[in-house]
């Protein structure tokens, strides 16, 4: 097969490898992403849309000890650790109970608020110029609970969002009716966010090839990375080459943005990368009887509605920790339609539903993801794991890799991005 000379080279096209693409780019360096299908057809395809500084929450967090025990046992939860023999799992569980302290949560809650603030400058922008519409919307984010518990949970979700210049404001279950007439009446209350925003992920996805390509970028399709060779001078080691199935690259600079594939094809660089996939469904549906206006999260349920841009809309939910294991189960799809029909005016029974779609979020134990070059080979950089945050963040941690390359101030501290953290 021919060897191509590229400058960088980056695997994936999901949002994250596309984001990052284009921010080298615009950096001056010269960049190909390639993919094993069609870019944004991984994790990056059905998402709920979200495009929210206010969710900067990592997964772990200080007092959960206890529930995620309870998620082991319970295949309800809308939080699930499938219980599986795997050591990835016993490293990755020890890393998360770990990382379940204050210091390390605001460390986090930082620096993903400071990417997913410079994300959604970048979409809104790139809303006025994009060649077509990927369904950018601007109409704020509600978060709504029928219970004290989930509303006490949303208001310390504003107050901690509103210390780090997000916005929000506490609504009473009148004010919420009022607002969004799909809830159902007898709402404890919410919260509203109202500078959040949202829109359709693949055209998302669609439009950042657009703009990487008219910055110069090139995007391959249907070459999947299997292997690579690699050199050893002077104790430090380099891949020289890698091998996809539509021809072998040279390049200056390698970036894993594979998602939750990452781990399968870093051991062939005898690398261990702690990626768990947090599985979750999506439904576009019609059968609303009235139509969400705005982007809706019951907290009591972790259901995500979103409207979208073409009339329907999207209901997405739950996470359940895996490795690589796609299998549907309609009971976890059921209790995202059941917990929908119980907070929202949609019809009941069987909804008529245009689309199932399940991915895996790709997870790192800490809930942040890792961003760096590898300390095993000089010419490898990671970009990976941004768990449920991965559409709302890829700009600015595309932003964030430009930096740390390119060697110059970053708009964040870099630090809790380390990748070496878990090397
Ligand atoms: C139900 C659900 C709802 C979500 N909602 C939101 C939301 O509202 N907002 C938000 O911010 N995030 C959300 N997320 C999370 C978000 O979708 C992910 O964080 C994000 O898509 C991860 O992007 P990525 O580019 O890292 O991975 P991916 O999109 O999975 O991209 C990785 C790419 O690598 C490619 N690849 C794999 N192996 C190879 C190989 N060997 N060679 C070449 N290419 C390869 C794959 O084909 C894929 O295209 C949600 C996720 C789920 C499941």
Redesign the pocket.
Known sequence: MATEKVDVLV???????LSTAIELQKAGRQVTV????E??????YG????MTPCFSMPLPQPGMFFKSIGWLLNPDSPLRIKPQPSWLLVRWMTHFLLAMNERRMNQSVAVLTDISKYSLDFYADLATRAPKTFGFDQKGLLLVSGTDDGLKAAKIEMDLMNARGVPGKLMTGEEISAMEPSLKPGLKGGVYFPKEAHSEPLLTVQALVSELESLGGKVLSR????DFVTSNAGGSSKIEEVHTTRGKFKADLVLL?????SDE?ARRLGLRVPILGGK???IITNSFDVKPQHPIMIVDRKI?VTPRYDGATSV?GTLELVNQDFEITPRRLNNIITGTQQYMHMSKGEPEIKEIWR????CTPDGVPMIGFSKKHSNLFYQ?G????????APGSGRVAADLIMGRPSITDTKPFRPERYE
């Open positions: 695997l994936g096209a999901g949002i994250v490898g390639i993919d094993k299908g870019p944004g057809f991984g994790c990056s998402n709920a849309g979200w070459a999947e990375a299997f943005a594979m998602g939750t594939w094809l979750g469904y999506r995500a997405a991915g895996l979020r790709p990976i941004h768990q449920m945050l991965g559409l709302q963040s």
